[in-house]
């Protein structure tokens, strides 16, 4: 707002809230965020205090048994760890994590200065409420906040000490993508502009071509000591490209909205930044100026960006396929199947499903991340090829029939993919149905029917109940 009254590029500090010049001290509540409970007779006493803390309406379909799991899971864990009981206590959130038709009980168990996070992730069942899952591990745990997760539903006052809480227990996460993770996406911005001055005021590197191929719509850059890509939109799309400047926004706030699945990553648009030239290399800021002059122009000393993206930086699959070894090669080779199938699974085509749009996590999870061909699943037409009428038509460099603008012909993905040797294989031998049209007109008719695809946030071999 005040940047429309104030007709402001960039940021004004005498004008706008950045950041304070001080640490802010924080003011002790009357009470808690979390409830503490002490190390009971046994786990068992324990796990039922808490989820009796926890009602549903409905309630839970059988309490004692859920009891009974929960408590086995953990003892098995803390005597994997070395961990004896009694622990000094467990702290538990008060508020609930929703999501979809999942709920989340988030807490610590505390043994003298070491924590071990805990997550019992509970589901919305015919019967009533039931324990899908006990999580006892920082990455575990990290997954479920991912940035290619749908935002959490919580009810707090306090959001700030709910953060506090979370970021002492997954801490490679950032506050900005822990804000954004529980629907606080306005403030997650701030937080991450935030972290970013910071950042280039402590930091010598320069802006620069992200790795990986050239985009026909986006310009990508990227800072060696930042994980975070920066994505322009090009003035004009290189053929055989027809979407439009607006499409591709259209298709960012798609995307926003949308079940991401764990397989399409969180992007953040900012608008009328401005930077230091002298922190772009001089390749870098030639192309933003030629491909996008709408929207990076130089005003003498400082480059002023009208309009971008921001996502966290992975490494593209095309890449990881290259350096990887064989074994993880194969393992992204397979997930990447996996992630067109989920994406699939929650009504969402990519378009265009070369290796160079996806990337890879640090978890080794593999990601979507070009939007602008994406579009609903139910909107495409699959189809399988026409038999020809003879040698000639095979041979024409034109297909010689007619092909609509959302004709999908699965057949085809074999032969473009980019899949070389063993990942190739690999990929083949678990997902030979994306080949098919029964796979692609299947998942379509689920959706047309209403039916929901439940996609868990973590590994089967998590589940309590299979």
């Not at 000094?88 to 009980?105: C, E, Q, S, T």
């Not at 003035?235 to 699945?261: G, I, M, S």
């Amino acid at each position: 707002i005040t940047r429309r009254i104030f007709v402001t590029v960039g940021v004004d500090p005498n004008i706008e809230f950045v950041d304070s010049d001080f640490e802010a001290v924080a003011t002790p509540a009357s009470t808690p965020i979390y409830r503490t409970y002490p190390w009971m007779n046994s786990t068992h006493d324990l796990v039922a205090a808490i989820l009796g803390d926890v009602p549903f309406n409905p309630g839970y379909a059988n309490l004692q048994a859920d009891v009974a799991l929960v408590a086995g899971q953990i003892d098995a864990h803390l005597q994997a760890e070395g961990l004896e009981a009694p622990a000094d206590g467990v702290d538990i959130l008060k508020p609930v994590f929703y999501r979809n038709r999942g709920a989340n009980i988030i807490g610590q168990i505390r043994f003298g200065e070491r924590r071990v996070p805990l997550m019992i992730a509970l589901r919305n069942e015919d019967g009533g409420v039931v324990v899908d899952a006990v999580l006892l591990s920082e990455d575990e745990i990290s997954i479920v906040f991912s940035f290619t997760r749908s935002y959490f539903h919580v009810d707090t006052e306090r959001p700030h000490e709910l953060i506090g809480f979370l970021k002492s227990i997954i801490p490679l996460k950032r506050i900005a993508e822990l804000y954004i993770a529980i629907g606080y996406n306005k403030h997650g911005k701030t937080e991450l502009y935030r972290d970013l001055i910071h950042h280039l005021q402590a930091s010598g590197d320069r802006f620069e071509v992200a790795r990986g191929e050239r985009g026909m719509v986006m310009l990508v850059f990227t800072m060696p000591s930042y994980d975070v890509v920066f994505k322009v939109i090009r003035d004009r799309f290189a053929e055989p490209k027809t979407t439009t400047r607006q499409d591709v926004k259209n298709r960012y706030q798609l995307v926003f909205k949308h079940d991401r699945a764990g397989r399409l990553i969180d992007a953040q648009e900012f608008e009328h930044l401005r930077f230091d030239r002298a922190r772009f290399s001089e390749d870098l800021l030639q192309e933003l100026l030629e491909g996008a002059p709408s929207s990076v122009t130089l005003d003498g000393d400082t480059v002023a960006i009208r309009h971008l993206y921001t996502e966290r930086r992975l490494t593209p699959l095309d890449i990881y396929l290259r350096e990887a070894p064989e074994l993880p090669a194969c393992e992204a080779a397979v997930d990447y199947g996996y992630a067109i199938k989920e994406l699939a699974a929650t009504n969402i085509f990519p378009g265009d499903i070369l290796l160079k749009n996806f990337g890879v996590t640090r978890h080794g999870r593999v990601v979507f991340y070009d939007y602008d061909e994406l579009c609903l699943l139910t909107d495409c037409k699959f189809r399988t090829f026409p038999q020809s009428e003879g040698f000639d038509d095979d041979l024409m460099p034109e297909p010689w029939f007619y092909v609509g603008k959302n004709d999908i012909f699965p057949e085809e993905f074999k032969t473009f993919l980019g899949l070389q040797g063993a990942a190739r294989q690999a990929f083949i031998s678990a997902h030979t149905d994306l080949f098919g049209v029964e796979f692609w007109r299947s998942m379509q008719a689920r959706h047309q029917n209403g039916d929901v695809v439940d996609i868990f946030p973590y590994k089967q071999a998590r589940r309590l109940r299979r």
